[in-house]
């Protein structure tokens, strides 16, 4: 069975996966669905793997298991709206288990692609128990904790496909500690008390919902300052693609869902934390770009892996029009993106560059922008 999915997994990799992801358009990347006869375009961003490594090793090295179990909470709300948001099937909307299970294997099998390999699993969907494992996997590979992508998305989407919030998972191996593959056990924590481990236990925040209004403005509008799309940055080979990994400078860039960048600054506990880490690792992301170094060039960058149409002006002052917009739009102050800008600017121009605020606006009834200074 396993070298079969292995085969099943590179053709999800390299067939599907394209056909899904949109990277056509300048300042935008989408995850393209069908639903209900209607297409979906759910608005996504590249982050850096090493940047998310280090943002869990230390938040864990300062806050230990409570920051441990923020992070899987983050990363537990933020896969159960992405996969609300992607109508995954459920028990209630596919009651045979035997339809669901197929389905589901389908769908680890696009997981272990997109952000792992190798995959190997037990699914139990009656009894809630499922055991997944990849030969490695995004992040945890990095810093052996990978509470926000490994075990905090695995289980947010099971909660969603077992419509049971009470779902949680822990990752008893993982690459990154040293073991040969990084295994979930994903049931309800008593079952997986039972099996001699402790897992967290986080809720879910089930109000956020696909509204008209997300759909309009994450629509892909003209944008001005920002002129060539992630298709476009591959094909001149200033980004590498290549079996679905998108990589700059050496780096891996992975893609995922705007709500992760939301929660993240929602969530997390240390909001000065959360915004020296990105802004010493963006900074370095701008020395290493040497003397292209531009604001044209890292508004073209930016642009290119998701963030918008990117103005930047003197001062400094960031404009983001068409940002990625979420309904948690007036919840969070925008950590993520001001610590990614001011170390791209404090690159540029020599100097330290901190944009504390950020401000939203919605310029017409199609722009929804972010306004850093
Ligand atoms: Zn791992």
């Known amino acids: 069975m396993k070298l ?110 997109t952000y792992g390999a190798d995959v190997d699993y037990e699914l139990d969907i009656k009894n809630k128990v ?16 990978g509470e926000i992508f490994a075990s905090g998305s695995a289980a947010g989407m099971w909660a969603w496909i077992l419509q049971d919030n009470n779902i949680e998972v822990v990752q008893y191996k993982c690459v990154g500690r040293g073991d040969k593959t990084c295994s979930l056990l994903i049931a309800l924590p008593e079952t997986i008390e039972k099996r001699g481990y402790t897992a967290f236990k986080a809720s879910i925040q089930t109000d956020i919902d696909l509204t008209e209004e997300y759909l309009h403005l994450n629509k892909p509008y003209p944008t001005e300052a920002v002129k060539l799309s992630l298709e476009k940055l591959i094909a001149f080979n200033v980004i590498e693609f290549k079996d679905g990994r998108i990589t700059f400078h050496q780096k891996r860039y992975f893609e995922c869902d705007s709500h992760y960048v939301y929660f993240l600054e929602l969530m997390h506990n240390d909001q000065n934390l959360l915004f020296e880490v990105t802004k010493e690792y963006y900074k370095k992301v701008g020395e290493d770009i040497g003397d292209k170094l531009s604001t044209d060039y890292i508004a073209g960058f930016l642009g290119a892996m998701g963030w918008g149409d990117i103005m930047i002006h003197s001062g400094p002052r960031v404009q983001l029009r068409h940002y990625p917009y979420t309904t948690l739009y007036d919840k969070t102050k925008y950590t993520v993106i001001r610590g990614v800008l001011s170390g791209l600017l404090s690159a540029v121009y020599k100097n330290d560059v901190n944009l504390k605020e950020a401000t939203t606006v919605f310029d017409d009834e199609n722009t929804f922008s972010v306004i850093l200074e």
């Open 4 to 113: 079969t999915d292995n085969i099943y997994s590179l053709y999800i990799r390299s067939i599907l996966i394209p056909k899904m992801e949109d990277y056509s358009n300048p300042g935008y990347v989408y995850t393209k669905l069908t639903r209900d006869s209607r297409e979906i375009m759910l608005r996504d961003v590249f982050v850096p793997e090493e940047l998310v490594a280090e943002i869990e090793a230390k938040t864990v090295e300062k806050y230990g298991d409570e920051g441990r179990k923020t992070l899987y909470r983050i990363g537990k709300n933020s896969c159960y709206v992405y996969s609300k948001f992607s109508g995954f099937e459920t028990v209630e909307t596919t009651p045979n288990l035997k339809k669901l299970e197929e389905y589901v294997r389908l769908l680890v099998l696009f997981i272990a692609g």
């Open 130 to 145: 499922q055991k997944i494992s990849f030969s490695n996997y995004v992040v945890c590979q990095k810093n052996g904790i």
